[in-house]
């Protein structure tokens, strides 16, 4: 299984980026996707989360900025981040957790994408 993240840059504080993951590989059911996120010297932390079947959840600081989706035909999911402030610039990783056949069984396992730099300017 492999996660290819993209949609990271360089914006002005006020301004827009999209991330995009897209999984690939011998996933049998997705169980859910996030986007996580680690600025430096600090703790990498959950920024928004879609369960199959389930509820988003956002941390608070970045609710009503940002919002998560998925389009589960081609296992992707996005994150639009409106509003943006130099708090969020950091290094922007995708998180699967996913049920993926091997050897005839069948295990959940979580994967994370490569990460992709977004950077806010004030």
């Known amino acids: 299984v492999q996660l290819q993240a993209s949609g990271g840059g360089l914006v002005q504080a006020g301004g827009s980026l999209r991330l995009s993951c897209a999984a690939s590989?011998?996933?049998?059911?997705?169980?859910?996707m996030g986007w996580y996120r680690q600025a430096p010297g600090k703790q990498r932390e959950l920024v928004a989360h879609i369960p199959s079947g389930g509820s988003t959840i956002y941390r608070d600081s970045v609710k009503d900025r940002f919002s998560i989706s998925r389009d589960n035909a081609k296992n992707t999911v996005y994150l639009q981040m409106n509003s943006l402030k130099p708090e969020d610039t950091g290094v922007y990783y995708c998180k699967l957790d996913a049920l993926v056949q091997r050897d005839g069984r069948r295990w959940p396992l979580s994967y994370w994408g490569q990460g992709t730099q977004v950077t806010v300017s004030s």
């Open positions: 590989g011998s996933i049998f059911s997705i169980i859910s």
